[in-house]
């Protein structure tokens, strides 16, 4: 059992792809539930030769778990370059998640190092094989926080021989306006607010007319008439039908034209063109009935409407935002139209959700949200508009939620995703940070205001460091130089205005450096700003001035905790400046 399927000269399988069903029991096999599993063999590689085996007799009671030397040295093997599958490290809870069912939209709470990434992809992967011809033409979508992860993600798929798969970030797939402002906080965290959807719904409800005259058309030496009560009657049964408001608008043409075939046909006694429907949908009399009871709308103009104009957004937020929330939303100076406007990513947050009352996104068969902690309601609901008839695997850490609008429960995060029944699976078990980097970042769950288990580590190995230096920058340089003596890549992680100055001091000492954007190059120190670590791992990394991290923004201890949990085998924090107050507690070291 391997990643592809393999066959010899006679078409007999050599190797089974760990996604068919009969390769389940390798993974859930256990001495207790054998599983009709006699021996399990599991054989260690490098560089294509073969270096070692080791079996389990399961029939036997024998069973390895976490003491496998090849599953350890798999799992501890250093991190260069890209993510890597997890084919060979698959646990027993993960697999379960993996190979969940595609109906089932499930939502995996995972602790720093418990593999929830890799247990999303490896999903998408398994359900491509196990659906192949519905999930090609209804498309698989992973969606993630930002470009340095998906380019660090990106390799993992079509390792397992899967290309087929439309990876973007929330703003990505929500950019129908070019981003070329930026608001204050508070502004962007309401235009976040779940509430903002209905006063879009109101505003474009407003839009709608009721019929003042009945209609006549000039057909040559015919005139029809269409009179106002069956007008009333059309738009009020198309109101009801609640269709996205262009559809609806040319529902209501369709209707009008409809009734108008029906008096030709009468009194001509046949059936009128093609030519001559798109004729009278187009005349000028229904396009005024039109324009007066269901005029055009397009989603910039809608939302420009609503935030250039304080009473018609009144109007609209009536019960629904209070005065100093409207006076917030409302520009001070429009610009002349909504093409001139500079829209911040909020606004383009309220557009999509505009656009989805006028028309019908492109759905997706299945969806991977990764990082989900940090989705706000208005960004779920985007996603949901995207996967309204397909199923989704949301993974996140609401620890690690580091967004003004963070998440605090996922329950609540389901429901915008319209997914309310989907089932919540905690991974406290990882496999990744070694036990003492994670009881190290454990200290600050207390402070995080979240409803989580803390993380447990089986990793056993790994160093932690954490010391106190008069020279933060060249205490940088020394610490990276000692990391560079041990294999795998260098993490170098630090408030995002102190980047520019650690990656020119690196290189000054004769130390190259890639930024996180540079997932494909090749040197093996890469300065990160701390805003932009979320999902990525080091083998080795380097935290300078967790105080300044904090500082930084307002839910920065959140964001320190994901910068701590970025090390997958050594962890050196240096600090000038005193440790936040939840870890001043750690004497690990002597500190505190």
């Not at 009709?36 to 079996?55: I, K, M, Q």
């Not at 250039?308 to 409207?326: I, K, N, V």
């Not at 190259?512 to 090749?522: H, I, K, L, Y």
Request: proline share 6%; glycine share 8%.
């Amino acid at each position: 059992m391997g990643r592809r399927h393999v066959t010899d000269e006679m078409g007999e399988p050599l190797v089974l792809d760990w996604r068919a069903p009969v390769s389940r029991s390798f993974y859930r096999a256990s001495a207790r539930d054998p599983q009709g599993v006699a021996v399990r063999r599991r054989f260690g590689f490098s560089n294509g030769v073969l270096t070692s085996f080791e079996d389990e007799r399961l029939d036997r009671g024998e069973e390895l778990g976490t003491t496998s030397r090849i599953l350890t040295a798999e799992i501890e093997r250093p991190r260069v370059g890209p993510m890597r599958d997890i084919v060979a490290t698959i646990q027993p809870e993960q697999d379960e998640l993996v190979r969940a069912d595609l109906a089932d939209s499930i939502c995996v709470q995972g602790a720093p190092g418990t593999g929830k990434t890799a247990v999303g992809l490896h999903r998408a992967a398994y359900l491509l094989y196990l659906h192949r011809e519905r999930l090609r033409r209804a498309g698989v979508l992973i969606v993630g926080p930002n470009r340095a992860f998906l380019s660090y993600i990106a390799a993992v798929l079509p390792a397992l021989g899967e290309v087929e798969v439309e990876q973007a970030t929330v703003e990505e797939l929500i950019s129908r306006v070019p981003v070329r402002a930026v608001e204050p906080a508070a502004v962007a965290t309401l235009k976040h607010d779940v509430r903002m959807a209905r006063v879009l719904h109101r505003a474009v409800q407003a839009q709608i007319g009721t019929p003042t005259d009945s209609i006549t058309v000039s057909d040559g030496s015919f005139r029809w008439r269409i009179g106002l009560e069956p007008l009333h009657r059309i738009v009020e049964e198309t109101r009801r039908e609640g269709l996205p408001y262009g559809t609806g608008r040319e529902r209501v043409r369709a209707r009008v034209v409809s009734l108008l075939q029906r008096q030709a046909e009468a009194r001509r006694a046949e059936s009128p063109s093609d030519a001559w429907l798109r004729r009278m949908g187009r005349c000028r009399q229904v396009a005024d009935f039109l324009d007066a009871v269901w005029p055009a709308l397009t989603p910039e103009g809608l939302v420009y409407d609503l935030l250039a104009d304080p009473a018609r957004l009144a109007a609209a937020a009536d019960g629904l935002l209070t005065d100093t929330e409207q006076a917030l939303l409302t520009w001070a100076k429009p610009a002349r139209t909504p093409k001139a406007t500079r829209w911040t990513a909020a606004d383009a947050v309220l557009i999509d959700e505009a656009t989805g009352l006028l028309e019908r996104p492109t759905g997706f068969g299945h969806v991977v949200v990764d990082e989900a902690q940090d989705l706000s309601p208005m960004q779920c609901r985007a996603i949901a508009r995207r996967s309204e008839h397909g199923s989704v695997t949301l993974l996140g850490d609401l620890a690690q939620g580091t967004a003004p609008w963070a998440a605090t429960d996922w329950k609540e995060s389901l429901a915008h995703l319209g997914k309310p029944n989907a089932v919540v699976v905690p991974l406290t078990i990882g496999f990744r940070v070694p036990a003492a980097v994670v009881a190290f970042a454990n200290r600050l769950l207390p402070a995080l205001a979240v409803d989580v288990p803390p993380a447990e580590s089986l990793r056993r190995d790994g160093g932690l460091d954490v010391r106190t230096v008069a020279d933060l920058t060249a205490a940088t340089v020394a610490e990276v130089r000692a990391a560079l003596a041990h294999d795998g890549s260098v993490g170098v992680i630090a408030a995002d205005d102190a980047v520019d100055g650690l990656r020119a001091a690196l290189a000054a000492a004769g130390v190259p450096t890639a930024s996180a954007d540079d997932v494909a190059d090749a040197e093996r120190v890469t300065v990160v700003p701390a805003t932009l670590v979320k999902g990525l791992e080091y083998d080795h990394v380097v935290v300078v001035e967790p105080a300044a991290i904090v500082a930084a923004e307002p839910r920065g201890l959140h964001r320190l905790y994901v910068v701590l949990t970025r090390a997958v085998s050594r962890l050196a924090v240096l600090h000038r400046e005193p440790l936040p107050g939840p870890l001043v507690t750690w004497s690990a070291t002597g500190e505190g």
